[in-house]
């Protein structure tokens, strides 16, 4: 099967080519026709099987007839968050290069006025957050009246976000008549509902068994202590051991975490970037862009930001927390081994971790084989431990909405009630909130140096002089020691730009 077979108007299959793709995957290949025919398209497809272009490119050849109304976009895609919908219309960009389409992204952390005045001039593609678009129809800048072609996108991630309530009212501003594609990676029963109430007998295309692991990425789960500085360590232990290890993401639970780990690796001399839902779009946006460049090596994120994000090699992801919800850890472990590629997936495994890795194994239809975390290495190096963090037992129970823009009802500021701190968390925390003691200096004994034979698949501490910043003590004091950097992965050697 070829692309030019699927009913593509011709500047589009010239687009396609110029992008060097020359086989539709199978969702493009099920789906397109339907899309064109103006079926309603419900598609069971997870990222990385092109779905994306399975509704940009017959959406661009539909557009190419008609003209846009100020105010009233043509069609409208909805994006659980901010960098997939940016990733979304970079697909537009791409592939509609050759069409004078207006295309505009309706996303939280952006100005209001700028996305306004977009608004006034007309667009053909609308891509949006939910919150904000609702934000913008309740200030009467948009109507949705003219909207002839409904994409929900990552429908599931949208539930555990909970923005369907959103998702249900932007459905009623929208004509009856639209033609709807909707997109989902698996179909719990709120879902099925959803789809239930505003598909209008769609073509239902699935591509991929849901919740299931690409083959490609070998999966371990490393025991560790409970204490947080045990993970840190445990952590830094096994990135240092990998050495066939190109760039990694690790996934925190909480936003929090992200932010203090990331800050704790830094200070042990890696080259890190930190990617989570707290941060501003700019900050986001060039924090995603470092790592896809291969600028920073290593980034910690959290799900709600790296949730479907299309970064085509990544050799290694971690779990530096094991996610509560199993679906998630389908998710993270498919930012590795994508297309066919090698990849490695290694979730470090606290005590209180177990229940929540028997939940992923069951989901996955395997065990996870036990690994250990390579040799020790720098135990006792954390001068500076970052805030400890811990969690209210009712908060790890609950499943709290969890968009980064936040449900819209959750987003209205609440009055504590009796007993609870004054401030109330931020909605958009809800799951990832944690109560943050500042970090404690105590006093240390002065220590003496162990003399430990290292193995050579771990690199030496002689590495760390390599990064601009201060190594830790030990490392310092072996920083005389010839170094051999010959079996170290390159990120290792890359100097570490100085953070404020
Ligand atoms: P998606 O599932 O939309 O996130 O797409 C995953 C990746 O597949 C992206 O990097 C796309 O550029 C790529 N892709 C999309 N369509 C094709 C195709 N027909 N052949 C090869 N790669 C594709």
């Given at each position: 099967m ?19 793709y020359t086989?539709p995957?199978p969702i493009?290949?099920q ?7 103006r079926?309603?398209?419900?598609g ?10 399975a509704f940009?490119l017959?959406?661009l050849?539909?557009?190419e007839?008609g ?8 069609t409208?895609i909805l ?5 997939l919908a940016?990733?979304?219309k970079?697909?537009?960009?791409k592939?509609?290069?050759?069409q004078?389409l207006?295309v505009a992204?309706l996303?939280?952390g952006v100005?209001f006025?700028?996305?306004d005045?977009k608004l ?6 609308l891509?949006?957050?939910?919150g904000?678009?609702?934000?913008h ?17 990552e429908a599931?991630?949208?539930?555990d976000m909970?923005f ?5 009212r932007?459905?009623?501003l929208?004509p009856f008549?639209r033609q ?5 990676a698996?179909m ?10 505003f598909?209008?007998n769609?073509?239902?295309i699935e591509v991929s068994k849901p919740?299931?692991?690409a083959v490609?990425?070998?999966q ?7 204490e947080p500085h045990?993970?840190?360590e445990t952590?830094?232990?096994?990135i240092?051991?990998?050495t ?5 993401i690790i996934?925190?639970n909480?936003?929090?975490e992200v932010?203090?780990l990331a800050k ?5 001399g890696f ?8 941060m ?6 060039a924090a995603l862009?470092?790592?896809r460049?291969?600028?920073?090596p290593i980034?910690?994120a959290s799900?709600?930001a ?12 971690f779990?530096f927390d094991?996610p509560?919800h199993?679906?998630?850890?389908v998710?993270?472990?498919g930012?590795t081994?994508r297309?066919?590629r090698l990849g490695?997936a290694i ?6 971790d177990q229940?929540?890795?028997a939940a ?14 390579g040799?020790?290495?720098?135990a006792?190096?954390e001068t500076e431990r ?5 969690r209210?037992p009712?908060e790890?129970?609950?499943?709290a ?6 449900p819209?009802e959750?987003?209205e ?6 007993g609870?701190?004054r ?5 958009s925390?809800a799951?990832e909130?944690v109560e ?7 006093p240390r004994e002065?220590?003496k140096p ?9 690199p030496?501490p ?5 990064f ?5 003590s ?5 920083a005389?020691e ?12 890359r ?6």
């Amino acid at each position: 099967m070829s692309f030019s077979n699927l009913g593509l108007s011709d500047k589009v299959l010239a687009a396609v080519a110029a992008s060097g793709y020359t086989t539709p995957t199978p969702i493009q290949e099920q789906a397109i026709p339907h899309v064109l025919a103006r079926r309603d398209v419900l598609g069971i497809a997870q990222t990385g099987t092109g779905k994306t272009a399975a509704f940009v490119l017959p959406m661009l050849t539909m557009l190419e007839k008609g003209r846009a109304r100020a105010r009233m976009p043509r069609t409208l895609i909805l994006e659980p968050t901010r960098e997939l919908a940016a990733q979304v219309k970079e697909q537009f960009d791409k592939y509609g290069a050759g069409q004078k389409l207006t295309v505009a992204l309706l996303i939280g952390g952006v100005s209001f006025g700028d996305q306004d005045v977009k608004l006034t001039r007309g667009v053909d593609v609308l891509i949006a957050t939910p919150g904000r678009l609702l934000d913008h129809t309740e200030r009467g800048g948009l109507l949705l009246t003219g909207v002839e072609l409904l994409v929900i996108d990552e429908a599931d991630r949208m539930l555990d976000m909970g923005f369907i309530p959103d998702i249900e009212r932007v459905c009623k501003l929208v004509p009856f008549t639209r033609q709807t594609l909707f997109f989902t990676a698996t179909m719990p029963p709120e879902i099925r509902r959803i789809t239930e109430t505003f598909l209008h007998n769609p073509e239902k295309i699935e591509v991929s068994k849901p919740a299931s692991t690409a083959v490609t990425v070998t999966q371990s789960q490393v025991p560790c202590g409970r204490e947080p500085h045990e993970k840190r360590e445990t952590l830094r232990r096994l990135i240092r051991a990998a050495t066939d290890l190109k760039n990694a993401i690790i996934f925190c639970n909480r936003k929090r975490e992200v932010a203090l780990l990331a800050k704790s690796l830094q200070k042990h001399g890696f080259s890190v970037g930190a990617l989570h839902g707290d941060m501003d779009q700019s900050a986001r946006t060039a924090a995603l862009d470092q790592f896809r460049k291969g600028e920073l090596p290593i980034l910690v994120a959290s799900d709600v930001a790296a949730r479907g994000l299309d970064i085509p090699e990544v050799s290694h992801v971690f779990n530096f927390d094991v996610p509560h919800h199993p679906d998630d850890y389908v998710h993270r472990v498919g930012r590795t081994g994508r297309a066919g590629r090698l990849g490695t997936a290694i979730s470090i495994v606290a005590p209180s971790d177990q229940k929540s890795i028997a939940a992923i194994e069951k989901l996955i239809g395997k065990e996870i084989p036990h690994a250990d975390a390579g040799p020790a290495g720098d135990a006792e190096e954390e001068t500076e431990r970052p805030a400890r963090s811990s969690r209210r037992p009712s908060e790890s129970r609950s499943r709290a909405p969890r968009g980064e823009d936040g449900p819209r009802e959750a987003r209205e500021p609440r009055r504590p009630r009796r007993g609870e701190p004054r401030k109330a968390p931020e909605p958009s925390e809800a799951r990832e909130t944690v109560e943050v003691q500042e970090p404690r200096r105590e006093p240390r004994e002065p220590r003496k140096p162990r003399r430990e034979p290292r193995p050579a698949s771990v690199p030496a501490p002689a590495a760390h002089a390599s990064f601009g910043s201060a190594p830790p003590s030990r490392e310092r004091e072996s920083a005389s020691e010839p170094a051999d950097h010959s079996h170290l992965p390159a990120f290792l050697l890359r100097p570490v730009r100085a953070r404020g």
